[in-house]
């Protein structure tokens, strides 16, 4: 059984988005592969596309219990819209189950134009890193963006800077989240502290440690540190410590 959405507002894209079996005939350029996955990017009037296929969910049971990967990633992309976070738009999205197992699945996000990762930022120096006006407006919305994510109970679990979008406008985007999840108690406090570390530690390679202090204030809504932040604060400066 197939289910299949595509958003009425690219209706005119259903030659090839229209459904699972389009989307799967389609080629492109590829940009990643994996044994489970690969993403491609197409061109259609000017716009380019981000079309994520999915063939395998993992072996064994993982192919019938628990979320499959790709479903993962649209749910969680929605829920970032959902709370005002900016993302890539989702253009369709779906799957495919035989006898209750994972086949196969898709989802195609829009080009979100003129972006580069911060990884890529960091990687060639760009002089925008250098500019504390930029970097103070690019921290505040990733403060603003972190908190609302972690208010919901709900962390990225891969919040690295390679998953952080910046356009010419300076405006940031979240994207690629599929091990995005909810958690309560110390498994979210645990959690969290991932994320910001995360956050951390090509920061450490790139910013001040003034600025880096006051993204987390700015994460916090507050103007000073108190005994609770300066033990977190420990927690997520030693995190990888041992594992690098």
Aim: charge should be positive.
């Amino acid at each position: 059984m197939a289910g299949w959405t595509l958003d009425p507002d690219f209706a005119e894209l259903a030659a090839d988005f229209g459904s699972l079996e389009a989307v799967f005939a389609l080629q492109g350029e590829r940009i990643t592969k994996d044994p489970l996955s690969e993403v491609i990017r197409i061109e259609r009037a000017g716009v380019r596309y981000y079309v994520k296929r999915y063939w395998g969910a993992g072996k064994g049971l993982r192919r019938y219990l628990g979320r499959p990967r790709v479903k993962a990633e649209w749910q969680n992309l929605k829920y970032f819209a959902k709370w005002g976070i900016a993302t890539a738009p989702i253009v369709a999205y779906g799957l495919e189950r035989k006898v209750g197992a994972f086949v196969r699945g898709a989802l195609i996000t829009r080009d979100l134009q003129g972006t580069e990762d911060l990884a890529v930022l960091a990687q060639r120096g760009d002089p925008r890193l250098a500019d504390r006006h930029w970097v103070a407006g690019i921290s505040q919305q990733l403060a603003r963006a972190t908190r609302t994510l972690h208010d919901q109970h709900f962390t990225h679990n891969d919040l690295k800077w390679r998953n952080l979008l910046v356009n010419p406008a300076a405006e940031l985007f979240l994207i690629d989240c599929p091990s995005g999840s909810f958690w309560w108690g110390p498994a979210l406090r645990y959690r969290i502290i991932k994320d910001l570390a995360c956050l951390d530690k090509v920061a450490k390679q790139h910013l001040s440690c003034t600025q880096r202090l006051r993204f987390y204030l700015q994460y916090r809504g507050r103007q000073q540190l108190n005994a609770s932040d300066k033990q977190r604060l420990r927690k997520i400066i030693g995190f990888f410590e041992g594992r690098e």
